[in-house]
């Protein structure tokens, strides 16, 4: 036997929580990366902008990371963000200048909060070791991203 087949074959099905993560880590890969693209259109500073670059880069790796992870497990993922998260970002899009700085800085905290919490959930409640993989390695990534973005509320942004 293969080792690539025998790790497959002992790895346990994913359970509810899983497909739950799965469906919740992607739609926030795609929800950053439009945040991301956003940021690069319509960012008064710097700072924001920077910062939606580097929203963009990380989450289209880490959704490359999810979508290998949800096809070895023949989980469907969505096709897009949930409804709430593109209300957001065209709530968020509605503002120009420093207000929509503001406004995409609160966001971003919000969402990010959101997928920390989530991972958390994963690494509690799930059952699949490449599941958990990817909220393990995810939680430095997205900690970085709402401390810069935090401190970017509290400094410089829009100028």
């Known amino acids: 036997m ?17 497909r739950t993560f799965l469906h ?20 008064a500073g710097e700072t924001v902008r920077k910062l939606g670059a580097k929203l963009i880069r990380d989450h289209t790796k880490m959704d490359r990371d999810v979508r290998r992870v949800a096809e070895q497990a023949e989980v469907d993922l969505p096709a897009g963000p949930t409804p709430e998260q593109r209300r957001q970002l065209k709530q968020v899009a509605a503002h120009s200048g420093a207000d929509f700085d503001r406004a995409w800085l609160a966001s971003q905290i919000a969402g990010h909060r959101q997928t920390l919490a989530n991972g958390a959930t994963e690494l509690q409640d799930g059952s699949s070791p490449a599941v958990k993989k990817l909220a393990t390695d995810a939680k ?12 970017a509320e509290n400094g410089d942004a829009g100028r």
């Open 2 to 18: 293969f080792p690539a087949t025998a790790g497959a074959l002992a790895q346990p099905e994913p359970n509810q929580r899983d």
């Open 24 to 43: 919740q880590a992607h739609q926030a890969n795609l929800a950053e990366i439009q945040a991301g693209q956003a940021a690069q259109d319509k960012a």
């Open 140 to 151: 430095p990534i997205v900690q970085t991203h709402l401390d810069l973005l935090v401190d």
